[in-house]
């Protein structure tokens, strides 16, 4: 059974770096045709992508957020990783980590597997 | 265009059905996928592709396409139902994922 879990400090300091990692088990982050991505999802509000990284290595990032987004991995640990440069208040959220897929000759793209989640509050 | 447009609430009564939508221009070439989130948990994919339900989805969730707009209907619906149900698909571009804002169901 594939699972997939956040970890990463809780609180941040404005304008400091959200790190955040994601373990998965069950399955290879190199295994292919898989994604692999974060979400987030600010207190009360709705779900917002932040960035997918497809097996090969290769990055896709929200456009609004994309010069602040890096996400990377570590196949030796089954992890992959994001980092939020110069966090704000908005960047206050539930964070998840989730394994996506592409199914009718890529004209779906969902993700079928998620953690839990992780609160992340960017305050002084 | 990079939005998905969702009706903020929608009820139901017991046991009828209930269709939420999800619309969109990029819905003209992308399926959307459809997610069942309840208080405190983690999104869950009810729905993906054309109508495809992942293992464990009671056939009592279906899903249709007309233009650009999916539909999510619930035949049936039961209180476990009552939850926030997000669309997502690729933008327009292809390169990027998109979500609606979510539609709360309430189950009267």
């Known amino acids: 059974q594939l699972q997939l879990q956040e970890s990463g400090p809780g609180l941040v300091k404005p304008s400091e770096t959200l790190s955040l990692t994601c373990t998965v088990s069950?399955?290879?982050?190199?295994?292919?045709?898989?994604?692999w991505g974060w979400i987030r999802q600010p207190p009360g509000k709705g779900l917002e992508w932040i960035g997918t990284?497809?097996?090969?290595?290769?990055?896709y990032c929200n456009p609004s957020l994309k010069s602040r987004v890096t996400i990377s991995r570590d196949t030796s640990k089954n992890q992959f990783s994001l980092d939020l440069n110069f966090v704000t208040a908005a960047d206050t959220a539930l964070y998840y980590c989730?394994?996506?897929?592409?199914?009718?000759?890529?004209?779906?793209?969902?993700?079928?597997?998620w953690g839990q989640g992780t609160l992340v509050t960017a305050s002084s | 265009s990079s939005e998905l447009t969702q009706d903020p609430a929608v009820s139901v009564a017991l046991g009828q059905t209930v269709r939420i939508t999800c619309q969109g221009d990029?819905?003209?070439?992308?399926?959307a996928s459809w997610y069942q989130q309840k208080p405190g948990q983690a999104p869950v994919l009810v729905l993906y592709?054309?109508?495809r339900r992942p293992s464990g989805i009671p056939a009592r969730f279906s899903g249709s396409s007309s233009g650009n707009i999916e539909s999510l209907t619930i035949t049936g619906t039961q209180a476990e139902d009552e939850a926030e149900y997000y669309c997502?698909?690729?933008?327009?571009?292809?390169?990027?994922?998109?979500f609606g804002g979510g539609t709360k169901l309430t189950v009267l």
């Open positions: 989730a394994r996506a897929q592409i199914a009718e000759y890529g004209r779906t793209f969902y993700f079928d597997y």
């Open positions: 069950g399955d290879s982050i190199s295994s292919n045709g898989y994604y």
């Open positions: 990284m497809f097996y090969s290595g290769i990055t």
């Open positions: 990029s819905l003209r070439s992308y399926y």
């Open positions: 592709g054309r109508n």
């Open positions: 997502n698909s690729r933008d327009s571009t292809g390169d990027h994922v998109i």
